[in-house]
């Protein structure tokens, strides 16, 4: 076990900050609803969030809009309260509205075949791996969606059997998640058990904003296995994880604050309800 804490204490080091992908202008932005029934024996209790694909020509990044909004709602509260309070060398500090949110960011490099993605224990990590390939077969149906004119293509992948409707005047060839290769943006998608589902929210033109879709600075690089024996410590021997050092981007509003400082603090949770048993992955094994 020590051996493998100051293997971790070493990769904790090794913070990647350039990469071979470079940075793409962004030409759109689209929201996507989604909606995934992670306990099957409450399937009234979907998980719900709210995510969003920012598209260069041959890149995009799917980020949760839920997770910014709560950062940024949180670093307010926390500087509001800290501004009004009568003692500010003793605050009781409410921090309101937590929720569970997407830590997983996906970022797809379409011609170079390659996908990464971010993930967070105490650190956020990021990993590589071959853009995944759909054998998609493209069907003669079509639907409108938003006035979007839009076409059917169904494929298998992880388990799931999916449906999904692209739009071909749009020149992009990736869509929600890891949804991708088909000659137009994924509108919408689900599964044929409607258990995962990527609903198109809007659509927006954002190629005058000076916004690039890129790999994230300040994170760490390492591998799946890497990672896997990061887990496998988190589980089996918590206080050595806990010790590990933070890189930056990794750490939350509260980590700019003396603690010394706060008095008291009381985290309420959200309205937005959901099982929390998760026996229904969004990857599920292959039947054999």
């Not at 350039?18 to 759109?28: D, G, I, L, N, T």
């Not at 993930?119 to 995944?132: A, V």
């Not at 990794?250 to 008291?264: E, G, T």
């Amino acid at each position: 076990m020590k051996s493998l804490f100051y293997t971790v204490i070493a990769l904790l080091l090794a913070v990647s900050s350039v990469y071979a992908q470079k940075p793409e202008p962004a030409q759109a932005l689209v929201k996507y609803h989604f909606t995934h029934i992670r306990d099957t024996t409450q399937r009234e209790k979907p998980y719900k969030e709210n995510l969003e694909l920012l598209l260069g020509r041959n890149a995009s990044a799917y980020i949760s809009i839920d997770a910014r909004l709560q950062i940024e709602r949180m670093n307010n509260e926390i500087s509001q309260q800290f501004k009004n309070a009568p003692d500010p060398n003793h605050v009781d500090l409410t921090i309101s509205g937590m929720r569970t949110v997407a830590e997983n960011e996906y970022f797809l490099f379409t011609a170079e075949r390659k996908m990464f993605v971010k993930q967070k224990l105490i650190n956020f990590y990021l990993t590589e791996e071959p853009l995944p390939a759909f054998k998609w077969t493209i069907t003669n149906d079509t639907t409108t969606i938003n006035t979007l004119h839009c076409q059917k293509a169904t494929a298998h992948f992880k388990g799931r059997d999916y449906e999904a409707w692209f739009c071909a005047d749009l020149p992009f060839h990736s869509g929600p998640w890891k949804l991708n290769g088909l000659p137009g943006l994924i509108v919408q998608a689900t599964d044929s058990k409607k258990e995962v589902i990527f609903e198109f929210a809007g659509m927006e033109d954002v190629s005058q904003k000076n916004l690039t879709v890129a790999l994230p600075n300040d994170v760490i690089r390492t591998t799946d296995k890497e990672l896997v024996r990061l887990k496998d410590l988190q589980k089996t021997d918590p206080a050595a994880f806990s010790k590990m050092p933070s890189t930056k981007s990794s750490r939350s509003p509260m980590d700019n604050i003396d603690v010394s400082k706060i008095k008291s603090i009381n985290i309420t949770k959200s309205d937005n309800t959901f099982s929390r048993t998760i026996n229904n992955p969004i990857e599920l094994p292959e039947k054999k």
